[in-house]
């Protein structure tokens, strides 16, 4: 998943609702409006204000930072009355008319962040959110970039995500008897073709391996958030037809072909005209943690330290979205994103956009207690021994480093 959305595309979808996939190439440098104090990063926010505030909010989350309050308030203020969120509303106090052209990811991806921010003071502000979701789900059981748009891979597992964040069972959204996970395994290729998800399918209903589009539906089949991706167990991946197959199983699916995808190169290549021989920094860091929440943390090693070598620019220049995603992708794959390659991925997010209310993590906070409590124990244990055999001894055995 590229971290900037492209205007064209956008349009297009909108207009008449095309395959096309809608994510794009890197930032503009000369923000066409005036970016808001409490917005993560300084290109233009026009076609990803939301979504990359609230990938940042979910990776600070994750890595147990706390966001500043007007980051928070910030994307607060984004949303419609209806519950939906559009990419950017330059001005938040107008309420939203028609001209506002809101959309399933924005919409999904704010609800995660909402669901986490000031430890679930906004849940109503997520649910009423995914409330609006659930009233434009297509027929097939998935969603479109657009209300009514044709359902694609991507907009539904963020969807799901979004279900997962709020406390709702993706496979209970229905519609029309249809669930999220009857709409991706529609858009699944069948081993022979390598167990790949396509976008959507095209004109004429085929489908067309999409690596993007496999990142994202895995990860969807697997009903979980952005937040709640976790590594499972270190296994192997293969890829099993079977009629109606559960979830799990065409996911690993298309974990096979991510894990194929990138077995000679360890990252997946960029499918933008113009740039097909370029390394695709923001697709392969959602590939790590589809291969890790499928198949486990060894599975995802040779992509996520590929990522660790050569991610740095590419995430300086696109800023924190990049960043977040690259956060998302080690804390998926069990890694320590504030030593990333050498780089603090964390101190890097939170120097992009307002001071988090403390840089101090609760990981780092639970550390120091246990160590206090350690401190306690020794001190009770040591009592106890000067009692009854001597200062002397206590001290001397500490210091060669005796157990006690």
Not at 1 to 20: E, F
Not at 365 to 378: F, I, N, P, Q
């Amino acid at each position: 998943m590229n971290v900037r959305r492209s205007a064209a595309v956008l349009a297009a979808t909108a207009v008449i609702g095309t395959a096309t996939p809608v994510m794009a190439a890197s930032p503009s440098p000369s923000p066409s409006v005036a970016v808001p104090s409490g917005l993560y990063g300084t290109s233009d926010p026009t076609y990803d204000g939301v979504w990359r505030q609230s990938l940042a909010l979910i990776a600070q989350h994750k890595s147990d930072v706390r966001p500043a309050t007007k980051a928070v308030d910030w994307l607060l203020g984004q949303q419609c009355a209806n519950g939906a969120f559009a990419a950017f509303r330059a001005e938040p106090a107008k309420a939203c008319d028609a001209k506002v052209m809101v959309d399933t990811n924005s919409t999904a991806a704010a609800a995660q962040a909402l669901s986490l921010a000031g430890d679930g003071d906004h849940m109503d502000v997520a649910l009423k959110a995914v409330t609006w979701l659930k009233s434009v789900q297509n027929k097939d059981g998935g969603w479109g970039y657009t209300p009514g748009g044709p359902s694609d891979a991507n907009s539904t597992s963020v969807v799901i995500g979004a279900l997962n964040a709020v406390g709702q069972d993706p496979d209970t959204a229905v519609k029309d008897g249809k669930s999220p996970y009857d709409a991706l395994r529609k858009l699944a290729l069948p081993c022979e073709d390598g167990g790949a998800f396509a976008y959507q399918p095209d004109k004429k209903g085929k489908l067309t391996a999409n690596a993007d589009a496999t990142a994202a539906a895995v990860v969807g089949l697997k009903g979980m958030s952005m937040e709640s991706a976790k590594a499972a167990d270190d296994t192997d991946l293969s890829c099993t037809d079977a009629t109606k197959a559960e979830p799990d199983q065409v996911a690993a699916n298309g974990a096979s072909y991510l894990a194929e995808a990138m077995e000679k190169d360890s990252h997946l290549m960029s499918a933008l005209a113009g740039a097909e021989d370029q390394p695709d920094f923001g697709n392969t860091a959602d590939a790590v943690v589809a291969l890790a929440v499928t198949a486990g943390p060894k599975a995802a090693e040779k992509p996520l330290t590929w990522l660790e070598k050569n991610s740095a620019d590419w995430a300086k220049q696109n800023g924190p979205a990049a960043y977040a995603q690259l956060i998302l992708a080690a804390e998926a794959a069990g890694a320590d994103p504030r030593t990333f390659g050498g780089t603090d991925l964390v101190k890097q997010l939170n120097a992009t956009g307002p001071e988090p209310k403390t840089q101090a993590t609760a990981k780092a906070a639970e550390k120091a207690e246990d160590d206090e409590d350690g401190v306690s124990v020794w001190w009770i244990i040591g009592v106890g021994l000067v009692a009854g055999i001597g200062v002397g001894f206590l001290f001397t055995g500490r210091n060669k480093g005796q157990q006690l």
